[in-house]
């Protein structure tokens, strides 16, 4: 298969800096669509895959995998997408097509695994996938998303990601107007989750560990907002909530939320701490609580995410860099110290 080189920055070791290196790109089959990368969102994962802090990183290792550009060139079989046309790309490029969940278009969980955005093995050319830390990016039509017009192109990047994200779960437990949400965390997936939940006619109640953060829940959206750490404002919110959305990766107490839920109410974990949780019995059995988990979306449902945002003008709230800045971003983004996602602008990758 032939390949061109492109520019791109990412990691040759779990204790290296990200730096500029040579990655090879496939020329476009004839259902791939070849996209120049206009922006790419910093994702907490990007971090965890450089430093290897999940085990599993090949390197050298390009991150990225909110990705919005421009299509370049088109296979001679693509019928979605034209040469000039806003294109984006999430957590996933491929799938088996062939399982269960593919055929019901549910290819997150794709049960041989999905081909993910980058570190994954490479269908094409035997080699990891390399993400959007770059200059372009080849990928399938059928994993390629339309992007609104309408809609701000760098804070739409990390719609890719923690919009997905939050957007899954909200529509799988159906919120909608006449329920009450929680959010736990105002990070990158949690400001999303206010924004977009707000969006969809719910009732919506922030919990935070920090007073500082309390004027900005209510400019994303929020109805109320609680202050976890108070014993008092929490059993004010007790059994009063249809369904929580757990942003935080920190270790915390899930219990003092679960506990938040009304009968069959259910809590979603979208964080992703690194030890495990202790849950009590009687904070689910009592009321018929679930405690869940969801990932990403199906390209589907990043479609109607990207449309619904689209439609109500959603966009996530960023800070725009440079790829040469990306190391501090990286430093900053372990100290919270972002409001509330990083987002690169690729054609610096070129300098």
Known sequence: ??????????????????????????????????????????????????????????????????????????????????????????????????????????????????????????????????????????????????????????????????????????????????????????GGLGHMAIKLAKAMGAYVVVFTTSVAKFEDAKRLGADEVVLSKDSGQMSKQARKLHFIVDAVSAEHDVNAYLNCLKVDGTLALVGAPELPLPIAAFSLIPTRRSFSGSTIGSIAETQEMLDFCGKHNITADIELINIQQINEAYDRLLKGDVHYRFVIDMASVKN
């Open 1 to 186: 298969m032939n390949t061109k080189n492109v520019k791109a920055y990412g990691a040759e070791s779990a204790t290296a800096p990200l730096n500029s290196l040579q990655i090879n790109r496939r020329t476009p089959t004839p259902h791939d669509v070849e996209i120049e990368i206009l922006f790419c969102g910093v994702c907490h994962s990007d971090l965890h895959m450089a430093r290897n802090e999940w085990h599993h990183t090949v390197y050298p290792v390009v991150p990225g995998h909110e990705i919005v550009g421009r299509v370049t060139r088109v296979g001679d079989h693509v019928s979605k997408f034209k040469v000039g046309d806003l294109a984006a790309v999430g957590c996933m490029v491929d799938s088996c097509r062939e399982c269960e969940y593919c055929k019901e278009g549910l290819e997150q969980y794709c049960e041989p695994g999905n081909t993910l955005t980058y570190n994954s093995p490479d269908k094409h050319l035997g080699t990891p996938t390399y993400g959007g830390y770059s200059e372009s990016v080849v990928v399938d039509e059928n994993y390629v998303l339309h992007v609104p017009a309408n809609l701000d192109l760098a804070a739409t990047a990390p719609l890719l990601c923690a919009g997905i994200t939050t957007w899954s779960p909200l529509k799988h437990w159906k919120v909608g107007p006449g329920t009450k949400v929680g959010v736990v965390g105002i």
